[in-house]
């Protein structure tokens, strides 16, 4: 199990997280919903190191990982998908997946890493040699997801997956989103699509002004008149 306890995550001297606390099961889909600026991406950016924790425990099986260095947390069996994919669009497609699997234990499995990646997402095979750069929004964000499963993760994060992507391609997303983790591996996804996000998780939370504001599974939380009234667009 992947926990957080209590973080608290700082920008200078402004505050960005409050004491959140969340968990993430071995095998489980999470999502965390939540307005602009609520502080998602600094969340997520916290669970994969990018971000420094101020206070609180960071716990994958007992050990906490708050204190580590920024390269170990790939180690630790943790890769993210960053919003805006941030690929290296002057490389190929083929070159960008080897790039995720850069520690020693996934490179020993790049060959079954990369069919198990071109047979999640089919359309990558046939643009292998063509640069990230000349992919559609949709056939980046499938390669950026590729990449983070070639280092061969317990736990996948995911910051944001169907911004600005055509609303045919969201669903081809999240169902391979689902893919993955039937597949066995943890998913955390940070998302805006509310709808589409509770529709696929087990367990949710809601994030507001950097404090965790609700949780509980997907029935739970829409059942609240509150939460449609946010984030489903519902009147009274």
């Not at 199990?1 to 995550?9: A, K, N, Q, T, W």
């Not at 609180?56 to 007992?62: N, T």
């Not at 066995?184 to 994030?207: F, H, P, S, T």
Request: net charge neutral; proline share 4%; aromatic share 4%.
């Amino acid at each position: 199990m992947l926990e957080l306890e209590r973080i608290r995550v700082c920008y200078g001297a402004a505050t960005a997280l409050w004491e959140v606390s969340l968990r993430i099961g071995a095998g489980e889909l999470v999502c965390v919903v939540g307005p602009n600026g609520a502080g998602k991406t600094t969340l997520i950016n916290a669970i994969a190191g990018l971000n420094p924790i101020a206070s609180g425990r960071l716990v994958l099986e007992d050990r906490d990982l708050a204190r580590l260095a920024r390269n170990e947390f790939c180690d630790q069996g943790i890769a993210i998908v960053p919003e805006g994919r941030r690929l290296f669009t002057g490389l190929s497609v083929l070159e960008n997946l080897e790039l995720g699997s850069y520690r020693k234990a996934a490179r020993e499995s790049r060959r079954e890493s990369l069919d198990r990646v071109l047979a999640l997402f089919p359309v990558l095979k046939a643009r292998l040699a063509a640069p990230a750069g000349a992919l559609s929004g949709g056939q980046q964000q499938m390669l950026a997801i590729g990449r983070a499963l070639m280092a061969r993760p317990r736990y996948l994060l995911l910051d944001e997956p169907s911004l600005g992507l055509a609303p045919s391609v969201v669903m081809d997303m999240f169902s391979a989103i689902q893919g993955i983790n039937r597949d066995g591996m943890a998913v955390l996804l940070v998302e805006q699509n509310v709808a589409m996000a509770l529709d696929i998780a087990a367990r949710a939370y809601v994030l507001e002004e950097g404090r965790i504001a609700a949780e509980g599974s997907p029935r739970e939380l829409l059942a609240a008149p509150h939460i449609r009234r946010a984030y489903l667009g519902e009147s009274e």
